[in-house]
């Protein structure tokens, strides 16, 4: 089972999100459609602008947990490194 580390952005440079999941599609989907409460549904972040996969969940977890200590800058080039006009990544995975 493959697990992902995902940034979600409201629009390029705008409010970041990072999450864990083990079905990025689903939970892009909730984020997307508003589903559940919380930050994305406040702040309209909703573009999946960057994710990486890990073949178990001790690793991903431990990746998300250091990504979370990087300071906003570094989380933006690291999204510009894969992804320089913040293309919403969504589409071609969904399909």
Aim: charged letters at 30%; proline letters at 2%; aromatic letters at 14%.
């Amino acid at each position: 089972m493959a697990f992902y580390v995902y940034l979600l952005a409201s629009k390029k440079h705008g409010t970041l999100y990072l999450g864990v999941t083990n079905d990025i599609v689903r939970r892009v989907h909730e984020h997307r459609t508003k589903a559940i409460s919380g930050f994305t549904k406040r702040y309209d972040v909703d573009k999946l602008v960057w994710f990486e996969i890990y073949d178990d969940a001790i690793t991903a977890i431990a990746r998300e947990k250091e990504l979370k200590k990087w300071r906003r800058d570094w989380k933006i080039r690291l999204i510009e490194g894969q992804n320089p006009g913040w293309v919403d990544l969504y589409p071609g995975i969904a399909s």
